[in-house]
């Protein structure tokens, strides 16, 4: 079995690091490039950055960012937001990322997937989700930041993204994003059970025994977070003791 990872989540808009609610009242939290060196610090074992705005502003500040993050941390981290193109990929990969999060361009023309996957590998090829509830049972994906529901069946979606060559993915339940009650257990095991690839769970995570819940009742292989980091109500090394006290494999 896999160890589990903890990924801290730093949305970025215009520079900053923001965090808001279902993806509305969004507010500064902080410089990117020092919250991502402190949870180095702390042990997270990767981290995600999301240009929230990557449509409107261009991507060369969000490059500034990527390029200086490389200098200051030294695990993993997947780069999102504005991703259209191949050449998107190869522009954030030479920055210093180590992987790229595709999200609405996938959705849009999934070929995407397949060709970044044939150029840079699997590995770097996460599929970044957003999706909600339909009311009839089942749950639909998103575009555009959560703002264009595709009509897409996420379970549909999920597998063909595999077999195209996505090497993981990152499901944001929009019903939790922010709201910090739990993790979207349901969603995210009936993910896990039509893919073999990696999944990490984001939206949702409010107190310290949401972490584990989500790796004892899901296949999630990662927990992602932001509030409860951003605002220091709980660092990555306690979650990650909380973890090992209930019995999971975490790095």
Not at 41 to 54: N, S
Not at 89 to 100: Q, T, Y
Request: proline share 2%; with cysteine.
């Amino acid at each position: 079995m896999l160890a589990k990872r903890i990924v801290p989540c730093l949305d970025v808009r215009h520079g900053k690091v923001v965090k808001g609610v279902n993806f509305e009242g969004v507010k500064d939290v902080g410089d990117p490039v020092e919250l991502a060196a402190e949870y180095n610090r702390q042990g997270a074992d990767e981290l995600v950055f999301y240009d929230i705005v990557a449509s409107h502003e261009g991507r060369g500040a969000m490059l500034d960012i990527i390029r200086r993050t490389a200098e200051k941390v030294f695990i993993p981290f997947c780069v999102g937001g504005g991703i259209s193109a191949v050449d998107d990929f190869r522009e954030v990969l030479r920055a210093g990322a180590d992987k790229v999060s595709v999200n609405s361009a996938a959705v849009k023309n999934p070929r995407i997937l397949s060709d970044a996957a044939d150029i840079f590998g699997c590995q770097c090829v996460v599929l970044g989700v957003d999706t909600k509830r339909n009311g009839k049972g089942g749950y639909t994906v998103f575009a555009n930041g959560g703002r264009i529901d595709m009509e897409i069946d996420l379970l549909e979606w999920v597998y063909k993204a595999e077999k195209l060559g996505a090497g993981e993915i990152c499901l944001n339940s929009m019903d939790t994003d922010g709201v910090r009650n739990g993790f979207d257990t349901e969603m995210l095991k009936a993910v896990c059970g039509a893919v073999s690839i990696p999944v990490i769970a984001s939206g949702g995570a409010g107190k310290l025994s949401d972490f584990a819940d989500v790796f004892l009742n899901t296949g999630c292989s990662a927990a992602l977070a932001a509030s409860l980091f951003h605002f220091k109500e709980l660092t990555v090394n306690e979650v990650k003791s909380d973890c090992k006290k209930k019995g999971i494999l975490i790095r």
